[in-house]
């Protein structure tokens, strides 16, 4: 397995796999890598002949008052895990070999971009679908691996290929959650042992939304009171907690009448967690 920092390096090994009529798949990531993260390199490594896993912690996503410079940073742990899953490549750049001091192109979306985590992260998605689209075009792929945990993220970058005719097709792999219930997240590290155990009620208050769900229940103010609930009473404070359809991901109000998923965003401490589960 190689490390590879600069994006003509990664060209001309691709390249070089390319002719040899090898599928290629990516595995974005901001690094400090889990069991969840991991899944999605099992993923490719099962479904295509060369994976590469790129880390890198995109600047263009982080909101001026968020964790850009406390996020976590584990270079040499997560090449060994990625060696250990199969993958050929990890591409870690840095900064400067991604934006150059004169960059000025961004990938903006307009579907569902202000709504959920895009309403409370400014300019977030568009940071985002910029440095997707950038190690699309570096890494030029078959296929690419995204966590459904990061729900509204997924749909937008499913969006992006399909609006810009990105030849690459995605791959959405589950939530991998810890015994508890809490989904894997490179920010559980923030939390503190205590908050850690009270997050638990994210996944159980979306898991019993969803057993009223199966009984019948399909008020949408009911289905979020019972997540609200359950979030509250363990302290945790909520940042939004809605339905959405699963086709266009637009808010569903009144009754559900076709298949929903539940986006929950919430606070233990300082720590934001998100979550979701399709009903
Ligand atoms: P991140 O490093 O947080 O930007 O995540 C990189 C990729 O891993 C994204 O596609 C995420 O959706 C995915 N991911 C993160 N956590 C999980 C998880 N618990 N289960 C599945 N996928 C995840």
């Not at 689209?133 to 966590?147: C, N, R």
């Amino acid at each position: 397995m190689q490390v590879i920092t600069q994006i003509d390096s990664l060209r001309k090994y691709l390249n070089s796999v390319r002719i040899q009529q090898k599928t290629i798949g990516v595995v974005p990531t901001m690094g400090a890598l889990h069991q969840g993260h991991l899944n999605l390199v099992r993923r490719s490594v099962q479904k295509c002949d060369v994976t590469v896993v790129t880390i890198f912690v995109n600047p263009l996503q982080f909101g001026p008052q968020e964790d850009l410079d406390a996020y976590p940073r584990r270079l040499e742990d997560d090449v060994a895990l990625c060696a250990e899953q199969g993958a050929e490549v990890v591409f870690a750049p840095q900064i400067k070999d991604m934006y150059s001091p004169h960059h000025g192109t961004f990938v903006v979306p307009e579907s569902v971009e202000n709504l959920y985590c895009g309403a409370y992260r400014p300019g977030h998605f568009k940071g985002v679908l910029t440095i997707v689209a950038k190690l699309f075009l570096a890494v030029q792929p078959d296929w690419a691996f995204f966590g459904k945990k990061d729900y509204q993220q997924a749909a937008l970058i499913q969006r992006m290929v399909e609006d810009l005719n990105f030849p690459i097709r995605i791959h959405l792999v589950p939530t991998a959650r810890e015994r508890s219930g809490l989904a894997r997240s490179s920010r559980n590290q923030y939390l503190t042992q205590d908050e850690r155990q009270r997050a638990v009620a994210i996944y159980s208050g979306l898991k019993k939304a969803q057993e009223r769900w199966k009984q019948g229940e399909r008020r949408v103010v009911e289905l979020k009171k019972t997540v609200r609930q359950t979030i509250q009473k363990s302290g945790g404070s909520v940042q939004y907690i809605e339905l959405a359809s699963r086709k266009t991901l637009l808010p569903l109000k009144g009754s559900i009448q076709e298949s929903a998923v539940i986006l929950v965003a919430a606070f233990y401490g300082t720590t934001r967690l998100i979550d979701n589960l399709e009903l």
